[in-house]
C-alpha cells in the first residue's frame, strides 16, 4: 500500500495550494482518508477527513472555511485545497486510509495507512 502526498511548496500569506494524495495497493473506495499536519516543536493535528464516497467530511475548526477536502475514486486520489493559508499552517501534511467503518476521524491512531508528508511553508 503507498500514498504519495504532493503539492506542498513555499507560498506567500493570503495565497493557495491543492495537495493531492495519490493511492496505491488497495481499493481506493474502501478507505476513508485523512489529512494530518505536524508543525515544528508541535504534536501531530488533525486537518481535514472524508468519507468513502465523499457525502461525508470534517475539518479542524482551524482550517474551516478556508481549507476543503474532496476525493477523485476514479483517481484514487484525495485533495486537500487550501486558500487564504496562513504563517501558523506551515507544518507536514500527510494523508493516511482508514480501513474501518466507523472510527473517531480525527484520531491518527485510527488509520491504517500514511504517505510520507508534504511540506508546506507559509511566510507572512
Known amino acids: 500500500v503507498q500514498l504519495q502526498a504532493s503539492g506542498g511548496g513555499l507560498v506567500q500569506a493570503g495565497g493557495s495550494l491543492r495537495l493531492s494524495c495519490a493511492v496505491s495497493g488497495v481499493t481506493f473506495s474502501s478507505y476513508m482518508i485523512g489529512w494530518f499536519r505536524q508543525a515544528p516543536g508541535k504534536e501531530r493535528e488533525f486537518v481535514a477527513s472524508?468519507?468513502?464516497?465523499?457525502?461525508?467530511?470534517d475539518s479542524a475548526d482551524s482550517v474551516k472555511g478556508r481549507f476543503t477536502i474532496s476525493r477523485d475514486n476514479a483517481k484514487s486520489t484525495a485533495y486537500l485545497q487550501m486558500n487564504s493559508l496562513r504563517p501558523e499552517d506551515t507544518a507536514v501534511y500527510s494523508c493516511?486510509?482508514?480501513?474501518?467503518?466507523?472510527?473517531?476521524?480525527?484520531?491518527?491512531?485510527?488509520?491504517?495507512?500514511w504517505g510520507q508528508g508534504t511540506e508546506v511553508t507559509v511566510s507572512s
Open positions: 472524508i468519507s468513502r464516497y465523499g457525502q461525508s467530511t
Open positions: 493516511a486510509a482508514a480501513r474501518a467503518l466507523i472510527i473517531d476521524r480525527r484520531d491518527a491512531g485510527a488509520y491504517n495507512y
